[in-house]
């Protein structure tokens, strides 16, 4: 007999260890994934298609200039607003110091944690002509309602200060992760030529830190043509309201579908230009041998000053919202403990549970198909996976109803004529749509944190397990999951919150009787309960507190 070993054990172990072993139902899943992200995107715009010229021509001669005029007008204030904030906060926290900095560095992220349409309920209760700001301006002066001019909050600039105080988060955030990159050689530099501390600052700082400011700034106009309560209860008519108007009020699907594809378009604009920012920011230099910039020290007066503008974000974003909604609450005649709100509480957390599940599942499975075999095929789902975040909870909504009806509905009508059984809807309606519509919409947000923590894992992790026989699968469940589980547990927190405060897809896609917290309190400030409206506003508010949390203990250590 030969001394030869057999060769099959070698060719066995080799099999295991070829890199595309294992990987054939993951690529099946993360294909699948981004299908269905792609799903409403396709809908929409067939269904808008199908509907004809002549609801599009009624539209543009009726509704669509308005909405068009609305919403890019929407979008300036809140650019322009969100980035005077969110980069004044930033470069004071970052390049000054005074009393109290670093109590605003962390301070200044609270404002992320509150819905803006929170924001219109307590500031209408405080604001509009029965508040107690007009009511005491009357009382002390003496005058009637028509002898004095008050801004009105519920309008169009009103919508925009609520959505500039929740959303300037996101530039700062950004903003003062770019300020602290940059080395104080080129602004040292600037001054030495004669420029001044302002003159250095626009030429030189602002510049360096343009994409990341860009980046923030497309993130917060996202979030605000995506809004549809804020602007819904302002009675401001943009393409957020107009599709739910369409749908239900006028049920005129085909213009529904016509104006969430105006919307989309945008929407996907938006996305692509966020993208090319986010991708010339990477070019900054950062090398290990720049200088940081020193803080300057502030006293006197600019202490002063530096203080109230770091304090009114944080007053007028956090501060007073609570205290007015705890005033709201103990006032009115809600009560959390009672079944009926028990049960609001129930389904919002049972919905976004399991849409948290669902979608971190989907960001694990669409990230490491990238990581384990990266290529075009597993680029582009990825890409079209983060699409969703670009895309209105309303435009998302409409995209899975038009197919998923007109499936329930052919069969239906295929059932009763052979079997003369109706089958009714049978997934139009269900909370696995609705879940469905969650992941489409937050999937990017599960994926960015997932991939952050993806990032610290090396690569040659990956190649020891496999030459110890692992699959990809049994190297994801053995390797990845438990490095990664910080990581999962902030997307999960992420996603859970986002489902609890979104509003337009809940409002289209509830299974009938099926309200939650968000929707609880939507129909009560409609129905000018504001009181009543603040206490679901208040727990939804509590529970967005928990991933801004882990954002402001991540601010504290950046230094």
């Given at each position: 007999?030969?001394?030869?070993?057999?060769?099959?054990?070698i060719?066995?172990?080799?099999?295991?260890?070829?890199?595309?072993?294992?990987?054939?139902?993951?690529?099946?899943?993360?294909?699948?994934?981004?299908?269905?992200?792609?799903?409403?995107?396709?809908?929409?715009?067939?269904?808008?298609?199908?509907?004809?010229?002549?609801?599009?021509?009624?539209?543009?001669?009726?509704?669509?200039?308005?909405?068009?005029?609305?919403t890019?007008?929407?979008?300036?204030?809140?650019?322009?607003?969100?980035?005077?904030?969110?980069?004044?906060?930033?470069?004071?926290?970052?390049?000054?110091?005074?009393?109290?900095?670093?109590?605003?560095?962390?301070?200044?992220?609270?404002?992320?944690?509150?819905?803006?349409?929170?924001?219109?309920?307590?500031?209408?209760?405080?604001?509009?002509?029965?508040?107690?700001?007009?009511?005491?301006?009357?009382?002390?002066?003496?005058?009637?309602?028509?002898?004095?001019?008050?801004?009105?909050?519920?309008?169009?600039?009103?919508?925009?200060?609520?959505?500039?105080?929740?959303?300037?988060?996101?530039?700062?955030?950004?903003?003062?992760?770019?300020?602290?990159?940059?080395?104080?050689?080129?602004?040292?530099?600037?001054?030495?030529?004669?420029?001044?501390?302002?003159?250095?600052?626009?030429?030189?700082?602002?510049?360096?830190?343009?994409?990341?400011?860009?980046?923030?700034?497309?993130?917060?106009?996202?979030?605000?043509?995506?809004?549809?309560?804020?602007?819904?209860?302002?009675?401001?008519?943009?393409?957020?309201?107009?599709?739910?108007?369409?749908?239900?009020?006028?049920?005129?699907?085909?213009?529904?579908?016509?104006?969430?594809?105006?919307?989309?378009?945008?929407?996907?604009?938006?996305?692509?230009?966020?993208r090319?920012?986010?991708?010339?920011?990477?070019?900054?230099?950062?090398?290990?041998?720049?200088?940081?910039?020193?803080?300057?020290?502030?006293?006197?007066?600019?202490?002063?000053?530096?203080?109230?503008?770091?304090?009114?974000?944080?007053?007028?974003?956090?501060?007073?919202?609570?205290?007015?909604?705890?005033?709201?609450?103990?006032?009115?005649?809600?009560?959390?403990?009672?079944?009926?709100?028990?049960?609001?509480?129930?389904?919002?957390?049972?919905?976004?549970?399991?849409?948290?599940?669902?979608?971190?599942?989907?960001?694990?499975?669409?990230?490491?198909?990238?990581?384990?075999?990266?290529?075009?095929?597993?680029?582009?789902?990825?890409?079209?996976?983060?699409?969703?975040?670009?895309?209105p909870?309303?435009?998302?909504?409409v995209?899975?109803?038009?197919?998923f009806?007109?499936?329930?509905?052919?069969?239906?009508?295929?059932?009763?004529?052979?079997?003369?059984?109706?089958?009714?809807?049978?997934?139009?309606?269900?909370?696995?749509?609705?879940?469905?519509?969650?992941?489409?919409?937050f999937?990017?947000?599960?994926?960015?944190?997932?991939?952050g923590?993806?990032?610290?894992?090396p690569?040659?992790?990956?190649?020891?397990?496999?030459?110890?026989?692992?699959?990809?699968?049994?190297?994801?469940?053995?390797?990845?999951?438990?490095?990664?589980?910080?990581?999962?547990?902030?997307?999960?927190?992420?996603?859970?919150?986002?489902?609890?405060?979104?509003?337009?897809?809940?409002?289209?896609?509830?299974?009938?009787?099926?309200?939650?917290l968000?929707?609880?309190?939507?129909?009560?400030?409609?129905?000018?309960?504001l009181e009543?409206?603040?206490?679901?506003?208040?727990?939804?508010?509590?529970?967005?507190?928990?991933?801004?949390?882990?954002?402001?203990?991540?601010?504290?250590?950046?230094?």
């Amino acid at each position: 007999m030969s001394d030869v070993p057999s060769v099959t054990p070698i060719r066995a172990a080799a099999r295991q260890r070829r890199p595309g072993d294992g990987l054939r139902g993951l690529s099946s899943w993360a294909s699948v994934i981004a299908a269905i992200c792609l799903l409403p995107m396709l809908a929409v715009a067939i269904a808008a298609l199908s509907g004809g010229t002549d609801t599009i021509s009624h539209l543009m001669d009726t509704v669509l200039p308005r909405y068009a005029g609305t919403t890019a007008t929407l979008v300036i204030l809140v650019a322009a607003g969100t980035f005077a904030l969110g980069v004044g906060a930033a470069w004071l926290v970052t390049m000054t110091r005074f009393p109290g900095v670093r109590f605003f560095e962390i301070t200044l992220v609270l404002p992320l944690a509150f819905p803006a349409y929170v924001l219109a309920y307590a500031y209408t209760h405080v604001l509009d002509h029965p508040g107690i700001v007009q009511s005491t301006l009357r009382d002390l002066t003496g005058w009637g309602p028509r002898d004095y001019w008050f801004p009105e909050v519920r309008s169009l600039g009103g919508a925009a200060a609520m959505l500039v105080l929740v959303l300037y988060p996101y530039v700062y955030l950004l903003a003062r992760a770019a300020f602290l990159q940059q080395s104080a050689t080129t602004f040292l530099a600037a001054r030495a030529l004669g420029a001044s501390a302002w003159a250095a600052f626009f030429r030189i700082s602002l510049p360096l830190a343009r994409p990341a400011i860009a980046g923030g700034v497309l993130l917060a106009v996202m979030e605000t043509i995506a809004d549809f309560g804020t602007v819904a209860y302002f009675g401001v008519q943009t393409f957020a309201t107009g599709i739910y108007t369409s749908w239900f009020t006028l049920a005129d699907r085909a213009g529904a579908a016509q104006l969430a594809l105006c919307l989309l378009s945008f929407a996907l604009l938006l996305a692509m230009l966020e993208r090319a920012q986010r991708g010339r920011a990477k070019y900054h230099d950062t090398a290990r041998r720049q200088q940081p910039m020193e803080a300057a020290a502030l006293q006197g007066p600019r202490a002063i000053l530096a203080i109230i503008l770091c304090g009114i974000p944080v007053l007028f974003g956090a501060v007073l919202p609570i205290v007015v909604l705890l005033s709201m609450g103990l006032g009115s005649e809600q009560n959390l403990l009672s079944p009926r709100y028990l049960g609001f509480i129930q389904n919002s957390v049972t919905l976004a549970a399991t849409a948290a599940v669902v979608t971190v599942g989907a960001a694990i499975l669409v990230g490491f198909y990238q990581r384990a075999r990266p290529g075009r095929r597993s680029q582009a789902a990825a890409y079209v996976a983060r699409l969703g975040y670009a895309v209105p909870g309303g435009v998302i909504a409409v995209g899975l109803m038009v197919p998923f009806a007109l499936f329930d509905n052919t069969l239906d009508a295929w059932m009763r004529s052979t079997f003369d059984i109706s089958t009714g809807l049978l997934i139009t309606g269900s909370i696995w749509l609705l879940v469905m519509a969650y992941m489409v919409r937050f999937l990017a947000a599960a994926m960015g944190a997932y991939e952050g923590g993806q990032a610290m894992v090396p690569v040659n992790m990956d190649a020891a397990a496999r030459s110890l026989g692992q699959s990809a699968m049994g190297t994801l469940r053995r390797v990845h999951l438990p490095i990664l589980a910080p990581s999962l547990l902030t997307a999960l927190l992420i996603v859970f919150v986002d489902v609890m405060k979104e509003l337009p897809a809940t409002l289209i896609m509830r299974p009938f009787n099926y309200d939650t917290l968000a929707v609880q309190a939507y129909r009560l400030a409609s129905d000018e309960r504001l009181e009543g409206a603040a206490v679901p506003s208040l727990v939804i508010v509590a529970i967005g507190l928990l991933p801004v949390i882990l954002i402001c203990r991540q601010v504290g250590r950046q230094r």
